[in-house]
Nanobody
């Protein structure tokens, strides 16, 4: 069965850090751009970051630039999102998505074919 599984979310204080993981099973991520998205309560899902298949290109939404870092380990079939200096506005369900191409279209992958189930990140004191 093809699936993406996110993990690593939780409750964190403002200014804190958390690392999310997106692991694939049933298929390889190595040939695809992977993106992270988030959806806050009452808001639409929005793109956060994208990484090309090789990891050579990474892009970020302005709202997270300088605070979040996307990376990947193709040997482990896993993509990560390191989130630092978290703010209450970062509270959301975070999803990873597999694109249909090796490159990103800005900070989102093109032609998304698979989504994970999401992991909750809550930033609160």
């Amino acid at each position: 069965q093809l699936q993406l599984v996110e993990s690593g979310g939780g409750l964190v204080q403002p200014g804190g850090s958390v690392r999310l993981s997106c692991a694939a099973s049933g298929f390889t991520l190595a040939h695809s751009a992977i993106g992270w998205f988030r959806q806050a309560p009452g808001k639409e899902r929005e793109g956060v970051s994208c990484i090309s298949s090789s990891g050579g290109t990474t892009n970020y939404a302005d709202s997270v630039k300088g605070r979040f870092t996307i990376s990947r380990d193709n040997a482990k079939n896993t993509v990560y999102l390191q989130m630092n200096n978290l703010k209450p506005d970062d509270t959301a369900i975070y999803y990873c998505a597999k694109g249909g191409y090796y490159y990103c279209a800005g900070y989102v992958p093109r032609d998304i074919g698979s989504w994970g189930q999401g992991t909750q990140v809550t930033v609160s004191s």
